[in-house]
């Protein structure tokens, strides 16, 4: 059993992966004031919660959008684990086909998505990520990933039009009643959620136009489960998409 963490800027997703399959995934906030001791007493007792001894626990890996976070919860995996932890970077091979113009600007977590994507789903392949920002990664026929998109996530999203405008309250994000909002809440759902499907949809399609094929896609992330079910393409849904990744890369490096 491996311990996978991903660092995201919102939320850190930590999870147990065994050969047969994921033991158990949990999220807890991304915090830059936590210490790496802080980290460690924090992740202990998420293995603890789940019935994870620690002595079954071979290795650790991670992949960080959170530069500042990285080498604290680094620490705190090492001084747990009494192991070396990988962190998804240079020197660290992924078994992916980069062919943007720098290849070392595409983030940890698209390298990790893109390594389960290809794994899960085959190739041509678009993987679409939903959490604080949405990131799209595209992979050819040839399993080459040769680039996507960045766009602000729903979260953000809203807070700018709340900061921005005077009479926008801050609202949870939930699934409206129907299409046509008639209230000032309601029409702020409808919104961020079908306005974000329609631009799945839409970005969809002329990527499929550019690649020339139907290229299947799955998504992940916090904002998923909310936005895809409203998408009129098809595209799958997978919660573990980065930790199966996570594993993936793991045993490629410690083999």
Do not use: W
């Amino acid at each position: 059993m491996i311990l996978a963490i991903d660092i995201g800027n919102t939320n850190i997703v930590i999870g147990c992966i065994r050969d047969t399959g994921i033991a158990f995934k949990e999220l807890i906030y991304t915090d830059e004031k936590k210490t790496a001791v802080e980290y460690a007493i924090t992740i202990k007792n998420i293995l603890g919660l789940n019935g994870i001894d620690m002595d079954d626990i071979k290795g650790g890996i991670m992949s960080s959008s959170v530069p500042p976070v990285t080498t604290v919860v680094r620490q705190a995996l090492e001084k747990m684990l009494k192991k070396k932890v990988f962190v998804v970077g240079p020197g660290v091979k992924t078994g992916l086909d980069i062919k943007i113009d720098n290849p070392a600007e595409l983030g940890p977590d698209l390298a990790v998505g893109a390594a389960a994507g290809i794994a899960g789903y085959g190739a041509p392949l678009i993987i679409i990520d939903m959490g604080t920002a949405t990131t799209i990664t595209v992979v050819n026929e040839k399993k080459q990933v040769i680039g996507g998109m960045i766009m602000p996530g729903i979260g953000v999203s809203l807070e700018g039009m709340s900061l921005r405008t005077s009479h926008l309250p801050k609202i949870s994000v939930e699934p409206p009643k129907k299409l046509i909002g008639s209230n000032t809440i309601e029409c702020m759902q409808s919104g961020i959620l079908y306005g974000n499907a329609a631009c799945m949809d839409g970005v969809v399609q002329r990527i499929r136009e550019q690649l020339g094929c139907e290229a299947p896609v799955v998504a992940t992330g916090g904002m998923a489960k909310k936005v895809i079910p409203l998408c009129r393409e098809k595209m799958a849904i997978d919660d573990e998409l980065l930790l199966k990744g996570l594993k993936l890369i793991y045993d490629k490096n410690h083999r």
